[in-house]
């Protein structure tokens, strides 16, 4: 009796229904996606598109020259209506689920890019951990300038190009600060000549681009986030090669002028450079700390006269308040302006006299 | 004329021309033969006997039941009813007609032939025909002799049989090479080779109305639990069928649930898997024509189990049950999920993957579903075949069949190579179970998880998990629940049923067999360890 | 009625799941929107309480809570509310399950498909009764546990430990005086009051096990998702695992999720007909299932209507904590004074 009900029943529930199921060949997949300031409508959106003949097997099939990428820009006022103009104009349907950069042109990110938050939201297939970077000039030309001669597989050109520690010019900003409603926050900076390069950050404040760093801001911003390895630090006798021995710890004193403290313990020694660095321990460790005590205050406060906590300053300031109540009556915007910053190093010479 | 003949046949032809046609009646009852009651007293009369017997099996039509009559010490009639080529020849000769015929002095009373003539050591005596037809039907031979109203049955069995062999199903490398073959004693003797112990019991049941098929029931008396005795006991008394002749049909008269997806008892074709389960304080039923033993009750860890595990040292037995356990899952499991995932959920391929995978997709014409099925079907069929083609060339159809259809299919872009890959996988999976009626529940509940993840996607698959895990644990394995093991409040543990201890650490029976003994071995049983 | 007993574990592990489920599904936002960071501090709370009212009451009595009922008018009463409140509780989860499922992965697919696999799934389980319930609770809630363990080790790399600060979230009165009610959350507790005559072992080993697994995991899950910026209000658990260093695979929490979702529906269904049954004297209740299942899945379409709103939960936490939590306490009391009662009503007549 069962079997005889089951079988039709599903046989049925197959013919009718299956209203999420596609087939991988019927999609197109973004890698992608550039956003540019349009003429006409709000925007013009770029979606970079992966080839998949071209890059799996179409070495040889096709004598290795055909490229791996192709892009489309549609003219329009919101990201899903570009989805819906390409999926018109091709036969493929355009998929998100495996978008790895999100560019956004320097014009745009001036504007503003708080609608895109409410647009990308809404989209459960953008991965949270896709990368979002602002460019120099037009997005469309950023990303025709990606040329991965490494990787046969640009989509892990995109991942490895943020994710690689060893680089210190660069960083990875992922998408799900961005859409849990975060509004401060430093984005990498691209420019692109002849290849594309991640040159410095731009931060972003209340959505809206506020300024941009150079490289060498990044590098203390890698250092006081903590995502670095190997790293080579120039001073003026010479290179140090750093890593870190302790996560750096922040220490807030909530008072009317609120001091700051920062510590941070590293390990390392003197690769390059005067004689001295390699002889004297104690004096090298002296000029490390200096330097790049002088360099954190540095970026420290370029940080507060900008007016932006990138650090996300205000979450150890929570920590002196026992509720949410009390650190709003505190106001730490304001108080944040005032603030004094020090910065203590421990730093553990490896060399070996 | 000539012509004209042919022309006329040529045109006016039917098959049935110039025959007699004949159409077999199926719509009136046959008529119905009568037979003499076999259930009579054996009678002094020495013809009226004669003339029974050979009513009863219809001879001389019947060609190979055969009647000897002779001269018992040259004076008093008898014969000797035996069915040809059940019975052994010399002893018939030697044993049996020689002395009765050679000696002159020989006496034809209930003593002397008992006592001195009959030189066998397995005689009974009868006074009824129905146990004379049924020991003849079973290969022995019955003296009749004139003035006595006994029949002796002696046991003179030597029918032509197939040498123990390895068994088919259940190959292992470390580990004993005999299997059972159809004869029951043999079956049942080397059981008894194995255990070697007085309190194994051997009980022989008639099963079959008509075909009497002699049953063994085996358990070690001062182990098993005697409620399992009589309960199997019960099912094995109360089958009301004319005709048993295999255990996989004596398995389903008497297993709790015949709809389930799960067999309820343990088929093996391995004397050394039984004897085991003898001793872990279980029941094995043998059953004469069939090379398999039935073992009850088990849970659902002992289908998952090779004897290999516990010869093997312990450290790989595990490993090998991991693999296994892998292999399994993915043989029912694996396609229905490669369906969900290549239909549904394209953001957990690995981008490299996916792109690959659409490249080959994009020639292929069918849908990612049709092309899934039509490699499983095939798979079935090649797999389906390769058991009935002549077994010389048996293997290579399943090798060839398979690569060059894939590969085929491959070039010809039906199919793509992911497809292959999965379906390859999931057969060979299927293989890795070792208990081959468990394969089928698996190959058939594959298709089933194929259409749900093709439908829900992973919905669909855990909705298949869930129902299959509901639906399994509802069975029962001659009272013990199959997933015993599952969250009981006994010492034993899912774990303890999966996996195997180092051979000290085996100390208890399992709890569910609940056994007279609970103790397996010694607390420390590796003695020489304390000085 | 079947014979079958829940060993103590089948039985720890169905409560572990109707404890769970609920929250693992949905309830972290409730806490988190309630206490801001200080959800971690209402569920200790709120644990504690539920510890403490369930420590008094089996102090008291060993027995099934309808038997301590005297009248047969309360007793139906009693019984009657349970289900009722069950049937919501469970269509509620229910619809919010099933609509959380299809923004989290079926977006296309219309609710009334997604609802087909679970309702056939709870469905088939509780006809398959009480063993099938305790074997499949058993099997799963284990492997669902240690998975989600590991899913949130894995995410160990997003955490920002700064989050948990102020330690008192929205305020002392937002954590304990609301956060008091959503003891409601642990309503099917419920189930553990009917569970003694059903198995053989000790119910308050049960209660007391049931409660620590689900602290503990809920304190898991909470903290995880407090730890990586729990903001979000939807599926928060569905956060963590994207946070998590396997972040391409949370379409596998789509299993989990059904899975866990499907053996909460099966539990509620079996105990609605089974609580049915007992408290109004039935000889069998497996017909009942069919229907109570129809009542799920119709009351979740109703509230389908608006699932953000946690309609439910919001208008009911108020009072919902009453029927497990204050009712069989105060029936432990008024018991013996009952007794007591009694005899001096006899000396007084005498």
Same mark, same amino acid.
């Given at each position: 009796?069962?079997?005889? @009900? ?40 770029? @979606? ?202 922040? &220490? ?41 005590? &002088? ?59 | ?251 389903? @008269? ?264 609970? *103790? ?10 304390? *000085? | ?73 309360? *007793? ?25 499922? &299809?923004?989290?992965?079926?977006? *296309? ?60 979230? &929205? ?180």
């Amino acid at each position: 009796m069962m079997k005889k @009900f089951i079988f039709p029943l599903l046989l049925c529930l197959l013919l009718c229904s299956c209203y999420d199921a596609t087939e991988v060949d019927d999609l197109a997949y973004v890698v992608a996606l550039g956003i540019d300031k349009g003429e006409e409508k709000k925007m013009k959106v770029t @979606f970079q598109y992966a080839v998949p003949l071209n890059i799996s097997g179409g070495v040889d099939s096709k004598g290795g020259e055909s490229a791996p990428l192709f892009s489309a820009t549609f003219e329009t006022d919101a990201i899903h209506l570009a989805t819906d103009i390409a999926n018109d104009k091709m036969a493929k349907i355009t998929d998100l689920s495996h978008l790895k950069l999100i560019v956004f042109s320097e014009e745009i990110a001036k504007d503003g890019i708080t609608e895109f938050r409410r647009d990308l939201k809404e989209d459960f297939e953008i991965r949270p951990d896709t990368s979002l970077a602002v460019c120099q000039g037009s997005a469309l030309e950023c990303l025709e300038a990606v040329s991965s001669p490494l990787e046969l597989n640009p989509s892990r050109f995109y991942e490895d190009f943020f994710a690689n520690t060893a680089s210190v010019y660069s960083f990875s900003q992922d998408i799900s600060d961005f859409l849990n409603g975060k509004t401060e926050f430093p984005m990498p900076y691209l420019i692109y000549e002849d290849a594309l390069e991640a040159y410095g950050m731009a931060i972003m404040k209340n959505d809206r681009l506020q300024a941009l760093y150079f490289p060498q801001d990044t590098v203390i911003y890698n250092i006081l986030r903590n995502t670095f390895t190997n790293l080579k630090f120039e001073t003026k006798q010479g290179v140090f090669r750093l890593d870190s021995r302790l996560p750096p710890s922040i &220490k807030i004193e909530t008072l009317d002028k609120p001091k700051i403290t920062f510590f941070l313990s590293l390990t390392g020694e003197a690769v390059a450079g005067e004689e001295t660095l390699f002889s004297d321990s104690k004096k090298a460790e002296q000029i490390l700390t200096q330097t790049l005590q &002088k360099r954190i205050l540095n970026f420290l406060y370029k940080t507060q006269k900008t007016d932006c906590d990138i650090l996300d300053l205000y979450k150890h300031a929570r920590k002196n308040f026992f509720t949410e109540q009390g650190f709003i009556n505190y106001n730490w915007n304001e108080k944040y302006k005032d603030a004094e910053f020090f910065v203590q190093i421990s730093f553990q010479n490896t060399r070996v006299q | 004329m000539k012509t004209t003949n042919l022309l006329k046949k040529i045109f006016l032809f039917s098959p049935n021309d110039g025959q007699n046609t004949y159409t077999f009646n199926t719509h009136t009852a046959p008529e119905k033969i009568s037979i003499p009651d076999p259930n009579q007293k054996i009678s002094t009369q020495y013809e009226e006997n004669l003339k029974l017997v050979s009513e009863v099996y219809s001879l001389p039509e019947n060609s190979d039941i055969k009647i000897r009559e002779f001269l018992i010490g040259q004076h008093t009639r008898a014969f000797l009813l035996f069915v040809e080529g059940l019975v052994k020849d010399d002893s018939v000769n030697t044993n049996i007609l020689g002395p009765l015929m050679l000696l002159p002095q020989s006496s034809s009373t209930y003593q002397a032939l008992h006592d001195t003539l009959l030189l066998n050591s397995q005689i009974s005596d009868t006074t009824s025909f129905r146990t004379v037809f049924d020991d003849v039907n079973m290969g022995n031979c019955v003296l009749f002799t004139d003035g006595l109203d006994t029949a002796f049955s002696i046991d003179v069995k030597g029918w032509e049989r197939r040498g123990l062999d390895a068994p088919v199903t259940e190959q292992v490398i470390y580990g004993p090479h005999e299997g059972f073959n159809e004869n029951f004693k043999v079956n049942t003797a080397l059981i008894r080779k194995n255990i070697r112990n007085e309190n194994l019991v051997c009980e022989t049941i008639c099963l079959g109305k008509e075909s009497k098929t002699p049953c063994a029931l085996l358990y070690i008396k001062n182990i098993t639990n005697p409620d399992l005795i009589q309960e199997i006991k019960h099912r094995l008394d109360h089958i009301d069928a004319d005709y048993i002749y295999e255990a996989g049909e004596l398995e389903q @008269f008497i297993e709790d649930s015949s709809f389930a997806l799960s067999p309820q008892f343990l088929t093996t074709e391995r004397p050394d898997t039984t004897a085991s389960a003898l001793i872990e304080g279980k029941i094995a039923l043998i059953l004469h024509g069939s090379p398999f033993a039935l073992i009850a009750p088990v849970s659902f860890s002992d289908f998952l189990t090779t004897p290999e595990d516990k010869y093997v040292r312990f450290p790989f037995a595990n490993l090998m049950k991991l693999i296994r356990l892998i292999g399994i899952v993915s043989s029912f499991l694996l396609s229905g999920l490669y369906i969900a995932i290549v239909n549904f959920h394209h953001e957990m391929i690995p981008a490299d993957l996916l792109f690959a995978i659409e490249a080959t997709r994009e020639a292929v014409p069918f849908t990612a579903l049709m092309e899934l099925l039509l490699m499983e079907v095939s798979f079935d069929i090649i797999r389906e075949a390769s058991l009935r083609v002549p077994s010389p060339i048996g293997s290579t159809v399943g090798i060839i069949g398979g690569l060059i259809i894939g590969q085929a299919a491959v070039s010809a872009n039906l199919v793509s190579p992911i497809a292959i890959i999965i379906v390859a996988l999931t057969g060979i999976g299927s293989f890795a179970t070792p208990n081959y009626a468990l394969n089928f529940t698996f190959r058939f509940t594959r298709y089933l998880y194929i259409f749900l993840g093709a439908i829900w996607g992973f919905l669909g698959i855990a909705a298949g998990i869930f129902m299959h895990a509901a639906v399994l644990s509802m069975l029962n394995s001659l009272g013990v629940s199959l997933f015993t093991a599952l969250a009981n409040d006994n010492r034993d543990t899912v774990l303890s049923y999966l996996f195997q201890k180092p051979i000290w650490k085996r100390e208890l029976r399992h709890s569910y067999v609940n056994a007279q003994k609970t *103790k397996l071995q010694a607390k420390i049983s590796r003695k020489w360890v304390e *000085k | 009625m079947e014979n079958y007993q829940l060993s103590g574990k089948e039985a720890t592990a169905l409560m572990i799941n109707l404890l769970c489920s609920k929250l693992f599904l949905l309830a972290p936002g409730y806490f988190i929107d309630n206490a801001g960071s200080g959800a971690l501090l209402t569920v200790i709370f709120v644990y504690a309480v539920a510890f403490a009212f369930f420590g008094i009451y089996s102090s008291k009595t060993k027995r099934d809570i309808l038997s301590l009922i005297p009248s047969n008018f309360f *007793k139906g009463l009693f019984g009657a509310l349970s289900v009722l409140l069950l049937v919501f509780s469970g269509a509620g989860t229910f619809s919010q399950l099933v609509h959380y499922i &299809k923004i989290m992965a079926m977006p *296309k697919s219309p609710i009334a498909f997604l609802v087909i696999p679970f309702a056939a799934a709870m469905v088939l389980c509780a006809y398959a009764g009480l063993k099938s319930v305790g074997k499949v609770h058993g099997f799963f809630v284990p492997i669902l546990f240690s998975v989600l363990l590991v899913l949130v080790l894995l995410s160990v790399q997003s955490f920002e430990f700064t989050n948990l600060f102020p330690i008192f979230g &929205k305020g002392f009165r937002a954590v304990f005086g609301e956060g008091f009610f959503l003891l409601s959350s642990l309503f099917e507790l419920l189930v553990l009051l009917y569970l003694p005559s059903l198995t053989s072992a000790s119910f308050r080993k049960i209660g007391f096990s049931a409660l620590s697994v689900s602290l503990f995991f809920f304190v898991l899950l909470i903290g995880a998702y407090l730890l990586i910026d729990g903001k979000t209000q939807n599926l928060p658990i569905f956060s963590v695992i994207r946070a998590s260093a396997l972040s391409r695979t949370d379409s596998l929490f789509l299993l989990l999720y059904a899975l866990s979702g499907m053996l909460y529906l099966s539990a509620v269904l079996y105990f609605c007909a089974y609580i049915f049954g007992k408290t109004f004297g039935l000889a069998t209740f497996k017909p009942l299932i069919l229907p109570f299942a129809l009542i799920l899945i119709s009351f979740s379409e109703i509230t389908f209507l608006n699932p953000e709103e946690q309609i439910f939960l919001r208008y009911t936490s108020y009072f919902l904590w009453i029927l497990p939590f204050l009712i069989p306490l105060i029936i432990t009391w008024i018991k013996p004074k009952n007794k007591k009662f009694g005899r001096n009503g006899k000396r007084d007549e005498a």
